[in-house]
């Protein structure tokens, strides 16, 4: 991700998997479509791919690809109109005592045990499991140049942290990891509010959240966040 070049986006080639089993819903096969990865990805680009639904996983962009499925919407929050909840104030005072900081580079020594932790602690059953270092490297090590870190410490010590990617009016919430047995902090949804937080402070225009999946409850929690934007047929709309 290094040239400015960006090609015509209707003749970008996707590469596509076989149908595998699916990492959020029980009994279904999925398809996940590629950016051809020899493509050069700029930031410009990498943005009009994310309003189009694509993500960033390691360094590919991806999106689902299933025909007879459309469970997997992408969501985004409109950042300058979110009005945090009663428990999302409540989450906020709570953690008052967490230094935020925002870096270009991990120390991988430092982060790769409370990465572990979490992947034991909290996704045992997923197929992140079990954790390995080169898996870690893989899917959170191998930044791109617009991609950041938020770490979240107490007295020095690392509980956790956000990977976050900066695109031309927008963040992409990549991944948040921390510590598993801090659950009363709600260090998950710290990190979505701090993304928020920086959004604004950035002055840019959303949050993008992944995909939301009504009917896997790990990924139901993004309805939480008010006001909601969906991608149904093409559009973006509020979620009501």
């Not at 398809?31 to 360094?59: C, H, K, N």
Request: with cysteine.
């Amino acid at each position: 991700m290094t040239r400015d070049i960006s090609p015509d986006i209707g003749k970008i080639r996707l590469l596509l998997t076989e149908p595998h089993e699916c990492s959020y819903l029980e009994q279904r096969q999925s398809t996940t479509a590629f950016v051809d990865p020899d493509i050069a990805i700029s930031s410009e680009l990498y943005g009009r791919m994310s309003a189009m639904g694509f993500r960033r996983s390691g360094p590919y962009l991806y999106s689902p690809f299933c025909t007879d499925c459309k469970s997997c919407i992408p969501a985004r929050i409109p950042v300058e109109a979110f009005v945090p909840s009663r428990s999302q104030k409540r989450c906020l005072k709570r953690n008052q005592d967490v230094q935020v900081k925002q870096v270009s580079t991990l120390d991988f020594d430092e982060h790769y045990p409370l990465y572990d932790r979490y992947i034991r602690g909290r996704h045992y059953q997923g197929d992140m499991f079990p954790p390995s270092r080169t898996q870690f490297e893989q899917f959170l090590g191998n930044a791109w140049e617009c991609t950041g870190f938020l770490e979240l410490r107490v007295d020095g010590e690392l509980i956790g942290c956000a990977v976050v990617d900066s695109l031309p009016n927008a963040l992409s919430a990549i991944y948040t990891y921390f510590e598993p047995d801090q659950s009363t902090r709600g260090l998950g949804n710290l990190a979505v509010l701090l993304q928020i937080n920086l959004a604004q402070e950035l002055a840019m225009d959303y949050l993008y959240l992944g995909y939301w999946i009504s009917d896997c409850q790990k990924m139901r929690y993004k309805t939480n966040y008010s006001p909601l934007e969906l991608l149904q047929e093409n559009t973006w709309r509020l979620h009501e």
